[in-house]
Every structure is written in structure tokens, then in C-alpha cells.
């Protein structure tokens, strides 16, 4: 069992940064992936970023180079930095990890790009 507490988001302009946090109820080393998503109205929850536990990251390349996903195996935690945000990022994003092929869910938090 894992259990994920999102914090972070909000509303911001265009061009402006975001950080969006994820605790993680277990050690980082013993879960296989974590995952940011996001699901705006009307469309497909999509993956954004993820971090496997060899620490290799990914992204979609809609939010590649502006996007940052890191992780602290101390705090047991992973980040989502959002750089240069623009009003298709608006959405909800969920922090998800993946354990033995079972999939944990974070709560989701709103993230509003707008002028």
C-alpha cells in the first residue's frame, strides 16, 4: 500500500512557475515509477513527467524543457517544477506510483494558467 499527499498548485500567468509536491507513505527505492498526471476538462488524464526508481526521467513533449521532475529519496518525496506556464497546462494534476503493478493515486490539485 501506498499513500500519496499532494501539495501546491494554484492560479498564475502565463510565463509564470508553479511546484507541485508529493509525499510518498514509503521509501522511493521500493516503488517502481512515480508519475505526474493531468486531466483537463474534456479531455484524457495524460502523463506529464515521470521518475523511474533508477532515477530516469520522462515527459511528454508538450511540457519538455519546461517541466522538471526530481525526486528526495530522504524526504520521500517528488516534485513537479513547472516553468513558463501557459494556459494548455491548465488542468488537474494527480501524482501517481506504481507498486508491483498496482497504481496509487494522490487526491489531484488544480492548476489554473490565466491572464
Known amino acids: 500500500q501506498v499513500q500519496l499527499v499532494q501539495s501546491g498548485g494554484g492560479s498564475v500567468q502565463p510565463g509564470g512557475s508553479l511546484r507541485l509536491s508529493c509525499e510518498v507513505s514509503?521509501?522511493?527505492?521500493?516503488?517502481?515509477?512515480m508519475h505526474w498526471y493531468r486531466q483537463a476538462p474534456g479531455k484524457q488524464r495524460e502523463t506529464v513527467a515521470s521518475?523511474?526508481?533508477?532515477?530516469?526521467?520522462g515527459y511528454v513533449d508538450s511540457v519538455q524543457g519546461r517541466f522538471t521532475i526530481s525526486r528526495d529519496v530522504a524526504q520521500n518525496a517528488v516534485y513537479l517544477q513547472m516553468d513558463n506556464l501557459k494556459p494548455e497546462d491548465t488542468a488537474v494534476y494527480y501524482c501517481?506510483?506504481?507498486?508491483?503493478?498496482?497504481?496509487?493515486w494522490g487526491r489531484g490539485t488544480q492548476v489554473t494558467v490565466s491572464s
Open positions: 521518475i523511474l526508481r533508477s532515477g530516469s526521467t
Open positions: 501517481n506510483a506504481v507498486d508491483h503493478g498496482n497504481d496509487y
Open positions: 514509503r521509501s522511493l527505492f521500493t516503488i517502481s515509477a
